[in-house]
């Protein structure tokens, strides 16, 4: 996988040419085969090209930057085009007299810039509004570092890392937490879309692109626009991630959003090859292979089926992660990953694609905050009844009921609580207190989600941007070696901007959710796809897992370090750490999905030189 690894110092402080220089002694040192991609004045970037020899550096004339990752132009219609960028003179001066706001405008993909400004000695770090490509950073005696892997900086034994046991408690209480905080005390993330200027020693962040300001520009009154906006930018948006692979391994659930994604696959012109896979279960609504089978059939696509087997799945292996800045959802890796990879080589594909972010791009969930965004646009009216109907046909309730929260949230204007309206089930194992404390700590919202920010703006605004702020993972949490790149092209800025673009109570038309994206891919699905509402659910599947892994669990979290500190409520969590309770309930997928994986990552830094201790 890609990797780059930045340093930024202020070249006037001499203080800082030794730790930049034992640094990059050190990196030559390493087995990884760093190359520098850019150098001047106070500023060092090296990065590892993939194993096939392919370079993801695009580099500006002069050394004035260069941007790591994937670049397309915005000009979607034109894939193979978009796959070769080149920055020349005039487009580089102008990206960097921007500050790189033209980046943000005329391009998009999967990527963080890093550019000098030579008339002023200034050096900024921009990461893309999708967040596709991480982005660390630390500091080592005056020098900051910038990095894709944090396995990279502990690699050189520069750096005592230290868990921040406040951010952990805000992640148990809401595993959705994005900020610029990590697990670690020496790491912060620079945010999707956010800019990190260095400029005589001080550093300067600020929100570059700003998804509520997109938002609150809704151009798509009308859904016949919407749909044949959607339908050319989401075809184009797969297109141009589909031209970066020989060979892709897609993830068909058979549900819509990945059904969109393959039937844009097939037309793609790069041609690559392909093959779906479907994993299905033995518990009901388990198994989707009807779905997927129809729509593999509907185009032509091999499809292999793959049957889950919970006694095969091993928790142990949690105890091997990767190190990272904080925990992640290591289920689906620790089931799927080794399958996928072995699949993905036997056919030659170096890409994994899913339709993974669809419902939240799509607006599948929360229907009846819709209402209140047409009240909060329109006020009242015809069309006000109109929208509540339609959210009571997507979410099985009255009318009623939505219409009062419509009113109540546009007059009585209560703070819109993220955390809450995310966690709406009732938690019994993560102690009340933890909860009511990170739903008062401001420091766990978004930097999108502000206060200032969020003032006035419709809940389902809000709630949409929150369905699309986490970034998705890139690296694998367990392979060391190579692995085929993941890609979700549904989480591609275009698309995004423009479904942001689209209003909820618009996404809900007809009383279907994801409507837009239904209309406009209708034609290219099988019509039982495009019609059904109810998806797959795994409830019997994750208890089965527990059950099998059930030993593994109760030692590594009734007296493992959340319950320690406080975090978990023992015995709550040893209720459900039997085979005596009911199969289907949320705290089985909270257990196996959030709290099983947080330990982990601790114990992965309590083998390392990091203290959890502080």
């Given amino acids: 996988m890609y990797r780059y690894f930045a340093l930024v110092w202020n070249p006037g402080d001499v203080r800082s040419q030794p730790a930049v220089s034992s640094i990059e002694e050190r990196l030559n040192a390493s087995p990884t085969g760093w190359s520098r991609v850019l150098e001047a004045p106070g500023v060092l970037v090296f990065h590892a090209d993939r194993k096939d020899g392919s370079s993801d550096a695009w580099t500006f004339p002069q050394a004035a930057g260069v941007v790591l990752g994937r670049v397309f132009t915005r000009n979607i219609d034109s894939p193979q085009a978009a796959a070769r960028v080149t920055f020349d003179d005039g487009e580089s001066t102008q990206i960097v007299a921007s500050g790189g706001r033209r980046l943000l405008e005329k391009y998009w993909g999967r990527y963080v810039a890093i550019v000098r400004n030579g008339a002023t000695g200034e050096v900024w770090v921009l990461r893309d509004p999708s967040g596709g490509f991480p982005c660390w950073l630390t500091n080592h005696a005056g020098v900051a570092i910038v990095c894709s892997d944090i396995e990279d900086c502990h690699a050189l034994g520069l750096i005592s890392f230290a868990v921040n046991w406040n951010y952990i408690a805000g992640f148990?209480?809401?595993?959705?937490?994005?900020?610029?905080?990590?697990?670690?005390?020496?790491?912060?993330?620079v945010q999707p879309g956010e800019r990190v200027r260095f400029?005589?020693?001080?550093?300067?962040?600020?929100?570059?692109?700003?998804?509520?300001?997109?938002?609150?520009?809704?151009?798509?009154?009308?859904?016949?626009?919407?749909?044949?906006?959607?339908?050319?930018?989401?075809?184009?948006?797969?297109?141009?991630?589909?031209?970066?692979?020989?060979?892709?391994?897609?993830?068909?659930?058979?549900?819509?959003?990945?059904?969109?994604v393959l039937s844009c696959l097939v037309t793609a012109p790069s041609r690559p090859d392909l093959v779906c896979l479907n994993h299905f279960g033995a518990g009901p609504h388990e198994d989707e292979r009807r779905y997927a089978r129809a729509m593999a059939q509907h185009v032509g696509a091999k499809l292999v089926e793959h049957q889950?087997?919970?006694?095969?799945?091993?928790?142990?292996?949690?105890?091997?992660?990767?190190?990272?800045p904080r925990p992640w959802f290591y289920l689906y890796e620790i089931e799927h990953g080794r399958f996928e990879g072995e699949l993905a080589a036997q056919h030659g594909a170096n890409g994994l694609f899913s339709g993974a972010g669809g419902d939240g791009v799509f607006f599948q969930a929360r229907a009846d905050l819709a209402?209140?965004?047409?009240?909060?646009?329109?006020?009242?009216?015809?069309?006000?009844?109109?929208?509540?109907?339609?959210?009571?046909r997507v979410s099985r309730k009255s009318i009623w009921p939505l219409l009062w929260q419509a009113v109540r949230l546009r007059m009585l204007k209560p703070e819109w609580d993220l955390i809450a309206a995310a966690k709406p089930v009732a938690r019994t194992i993560v102690n009340s207190e933890l909860i009511e404390a990170a739903k008062?700590?401001?420091?766990?919202?978004?930097?999108?989600?502000?206060?200032?920010?969020?003032?006035?703006?419709?809940?389902?605004?809000?709630?949409?941007?929150?369905?699309?702020?986490?970034?998705?993972?890139?690296?694998?949490?367990?392979?060391?070696?190579?692995?085929?790149e993941r890609t979700m092209p549904l989480l591609s800025q275009p698309l995004v901007e423009l479904c942001l673009r689209i209003p909820t109570y618009v996404l809900i038309r007809s009383g279907r959710d994801r409507a837009v994206a239904r209309r406009a891919f209708e034609r290219d699905l099988p019509a039982e796809i495009v019609r059904r509402q109810a998806k797959g659910r795994a409830d019997q599947h994750v208890r089965n897992v527990l059950d099998a892994?059930?030993?593994?669990?109760?030692?590594?979290?009734?007296?493992?370090?959340?319950?320690?500190?406080?975090?978990?409520?023992?015995?709550?969590?040893e209720l459900y750490l039997t085979r005596e309770r009911s199969p289907a309930d949320f705290q089985y997928t909270e257990i196996l999905q959030e709290h099983a994986c947080t330990e982990a990552w601790l114990r992965s830094w309590a083998t390392s030189s990091c203290s959890t201790a502080s």
């Fill in 172 to 189: 148990v209480a809401h595993a959705g937490l994005q900020i610029r905080e990590t697990a670690l005390q020496e790491v912060s993330e």
């Fill in 199 to 260: 400029a005589s020693g001080s550093m300067q962040r600020s929100i570059e692109w700003n998804p509520i300001e997109i938002a609150r520009s809704a151009t798509f009154e009308t859904a016949d626009e919407a749909v044949a906006a959607l339908r050319a930018t989401t075809i184009g948006c797969v297109h141009a991630w589909a031209a970066c692979h020989r060979g892709i391994l897609h993830n068909l659930s058979g549900g819509l959003d990945s059904s969109i």
């Fill in 308 to 324: 889950l087997d919970p006694r095969a799945v091993r928790l142990q292996e949690l105890l091997s992660l990767r190190r990272s």
């Fill in 371 to 392: 209402v209140t965004d047409y009240f909060f646009t329109h006020g009242l009216g015809g069309g006000l009844i109109r929208t509540a109907v339609d959210a009571a």
């Fill in 440 to 484: 008062r700590n401001k420091g766990f919202t978004h930097p999108w989600l502000t206060p200032a920010n969020t003032r006035g703006v419709p809940p389902g605004i809000l709630w949409h941007i929150m369905s699309v702020a986490m970034p998705p993972a890139y690296y694998s949490s367990f392979q060391r070696d190579a692995y085929p």
């Fill in 549 to 573: 892994n059930l030993d593994f669990l109760r030692e590594l979290l009734l007296d493992g370090l959340l319950v320690q500190r406080g975090l978990l409520n023992r015995a709550a969590l």
